[in-house]
């Protein structure tokens, strides 16, 4: 088969995938928050998301409406053959997916506010790159929500203020998107670098699992100090109360310039919608994140 169908299938079963299965890591962290929940009000709203995803699952339809706007993560081998074709293959795998899943339509030109009706349109989807030692292709897709990513934040701090400022920056920016991103949440934070890479970093830190821990001790104790922090704003499950607000908080960084301080908080709601596959050199698929059904 050619290559470009082959990643064009890929692509399409992987956002398939990724809209209707929530991966076991964050419906893990999800029964968790329900058995731990105090509030009664914050138990009935978890129960309500346990169920929306078994039903998804059961009915193989997106798990939520807003399918999002579709972005990929490639991490392409040095030695990979027909990397011209690539993002070509992931456009027409949106539009497939766009009609055949269904996904919503969600790429508007903000200009003539016209929607393309097929999840396209320029520099979308949005294609990050990667080369990596190897003849594979790696791909993963995240379909990011506009509820959340309406709350990202980038600012850029005092480098006076270090990472107690940093503790404060992102509690104060949950507290501000309080019920907005559907929480309970998955925060990625990012320092240093400029603007632009500390929220490329913050995002992509949300396609990290759960119940994988940060490598470096400080920063997985970093973590865990603002999960902890976050939780005590009491905005719980869907913004109406309870103990469980965020999920689980990842971070990384950047070296920074001596007169910068930026920092990113990225947002994904609970639908943490996220879902990878290899393309080896041999044209054989592995699918990472979840086996493909046969």
């Known amino acids: 088969m ?12 992987i956002i398939k995938q990724a809209v209707i299965y929530i991966p076991d890591d964050v419906k893990q962290a999800l029964k968790k928050a329900y058995a731990e929940e105090t509030s009664e ?32 993560y490639i991490k392409a081998g040095t030695q990979a053959k027909n990397l011209e074709k690539v993002e070509g293959a992931l456009i027409n795998a949106t539009r497939r997916a766009t009609k ?6 969600n790429a508007v030109d903000p200009f003539a506010q016209r929607n ?19 003849d594979s292709i790696e791909l993963t897709v995240m379909t990011k929500g506009g509820g959340s990513e309406n709350v990202c934040v980038t600012g850029m701090l005092v480098p006076g203020q270090g990472i107690t400022g940093l503790k404060k920056f992102v509690v104060d920016t949950v507290i501000n998107a309080g019920a907005k991103p559907c929480p309970p949440t998955i925060i990625g934070v990012a320092i240093g670098g400029g603007a632009d890479i ?19 001790s400080e920063i997985a104790k970093l973590e865990k100090e603002i999960l902890e922090a976050a939780n005590m704003t009491g905005i719980g499950p869907m913004g109406l109360g309870g103990k469980t607000t965020v999920l689980g908080v990842h971070v990384d960084y950047a070296f920074r310039h001596p ?9 994904n709601c609970w639908a943490s919608r996220r879902a990878s596959a290899r393309i080896n050199a041999d044209e054989t698929v592995e699918y990472l994140t979840r086996k493909m059904e046969m």
């Open 100 to 105: 055949e899943v269904p996904l919503r339509p």
């Open 2 to 13: 050619e290559k470009a169908k082959i990643v064009e299938n890929v692509a399409f079963n």
């Open 116 to 134: 393309s009706g097929d999840n396209t349109g320029r520099f979308i989807p949005f294609v990050n790159w990667e080369i990596v030692l190897g």
């Open 259 to 267: 007169a910068s301080f930026p920092a990113s908080v990225a947002f």
């Open 198 to 216: 500390s929220m490329k970093l913050a995002k992509k830190t949300l396609l990290k699992p759960l119940n994988e821990p940060n490598p470096d």
């Open 41 to 72: 009000t914050g138990k009935t709203q978890l129960n309500a998301i346990l169920n929306n995803i078994e039903l998804a699952e059961k009915h193989k339809a997106p798990v939520c409406q807003d399918t999002g706007t579709i972005i990929f």
